[in-house]
């Protein structure tokens, strides 16, 4: 199968899982938060779909689908720069679009992918010697998020080591004047949150992932040609971990750089692999497999992940509860005829506003605990045979 036809059968499997994330999930506070009281472009980007396509998750999280499969044909690309050989390229994009927290970023309302995105367009266009065009763009992404200054910084660095003054003194002013306008938390008590960052980091990129990405920066930084794209993942990667020596960082300001840097990882594997005699690669056929299969798994788990309420105790630990509950309850509120509910409980009638349920008026009263069985009825929400939470409405 040609190279092309297979990226494009990657795409499209993705795109099917994705889709089917999208009908599983429902809309989390902090989405409806941004959607209905947000000022900032992650507000106008979803408000504008929701316009066009009405209030339903397909259209809350069309733009950031629509960004990772944009993100997923710029990163095949810029891959070809640096990855000669077809099959390298077809398992670069492979790896990157089975990443855990590439596909949490796909489905979320958040900016990760809005960096993401910009963040490949920048690296695509100055790569491919469209200067004034990655300038302007530099320039655009001033306005759009707060983490892009650590994208300015590591094309400073990039600048410095590499004598581009023009480049240099730019990403510097940029670098500025994003921290005026956003600033940069540095309050509360100095705490370490080291071990709290790998963590996050080993969430996203999957452990051995995050493993073989540090070994990678390593030894381009001490080996190899340091090209642009290391400069990108390597310096947001190094501050989140001296930052968080004291304070708690937020991950998705630094995760998007290091998530691209796959290109870089299977380069350095393949000519590792290829320079060794055949019968010397059974390490590297090992790894790759355990990889392989950790990704696929994280993956599928990610993907279909109602099933672990069999397994948990408390289904408040799992990791995806606040993305489940509303639509299921509001489902179940307008098969009995009910769109209006008194409820106490803001951040769940944010949610129920978006699934078309009024939460400020009605005839009907909606709780989270039976305080009188006689008149109140019990909605349970089940997932896989299994009760996650149950809700009382009555009079």
Not at 292 to 309: D, T
């Amino acid at each position: 199968m040609k190279e092309h036809k297979l990226v494009i059968l990657i795409i499209i499997i993705n795109l099917l899982f994705l889709l089917y994330g999208i009908n599983s999930l429902s809309i989390s506070y902090d989405e409806a938060n941004i959607l209905f009281n947000g000022t900032d472009f992650l507000h106008y980007l979803v408000y504008f779909s929701t316009k066009l396509f009405g209030l339903n998750d397909f259209a809350i999280r069309l733009p950031f689908v629509l960004l990772h499969i944009l993100s997923l044909i710029l990163l095949y690309k810029i891959g070809k720069l640096f990855l000669k050989r077809k099959i390298d390229r077809v398992v670069s994009i492979g790896l990157y679009a089975m990443l855990p927290g590439v596909n949490s970023a796909a489905l979320l309302v958040n900016s990760a992918y809005i960096v993401i995105f910009c963040t490949l367009l920048f690296v695509y266009l100055y790569l491919h010697n469209y200067k004034k065009l990655a300038y302007f763009a530099l320039l655009l992404f001033l306005f759009l998020d707060n983490a892009f200054a650590f994208l300015y910084l590591s094309i400073f660095f990039y600048a410095v080591f590499n004598r581009k003054k023009d480049l240099l003194w730019f990403s510097l002013l940029l670098f500025g004047i994003s921290m005026y306008i956003f600033g940069f938390d540095t309050q509360g008590k100095p705490k370490g949150y080291f071990l709290d960052t790998l963590g996050a980091y080993a969430a996203i990129l999957s452990v051995f992932v995050l493993l073989y990405f540090i070994y990678v920066m390593y030894r381009i930084l001490i080996k190899e040609d340091k090209n642009i794209l290391w400069y990108i993942s390597f310096v947001p990667f190094i501050l989140s971990l001296l930052l968080s020596l004291r304070q708690k960082v937020m991950i998705e300001d630094f995760a998007p750089y290091v998530v691209i840097s796959i290109p870089l990882m299977v380069k350095v594997f393949f000519n590792s692999y290829r320079v060794r005699l055949p019968q010397h690669r059974k390490y590297h056929k090992s790894a790759f497999v355990i990889v392989f299969v950790f990704l696929a798994f994280n993956f599928l788990i990610s993907c279909f992940n109602k099933p672990l309420y069999l397994i948990l105790k408390n289904p408040n630990k799992h990791f995806a509860y606040k993305y489940h509950i509303a639509k299921d309850l509001a489902k179940i509120l307008k098969s009995k005829g009910i769109y209006s509910v008194i409820l106490n409980d803001d951040r769940l009638a944010l949610r129920l506003i978006f699934y078309g349920i009024k939460t400020d008026k009605g005839t009907y009263k909606l709780v989270h605990s039976n305080f009188n069985k006689r008149n109140f009825k019990t909605l349970s929400i089940k997932y896989c045979g299994r009760i996650i939470k149950q809700f009382y409405i009555g009079h």
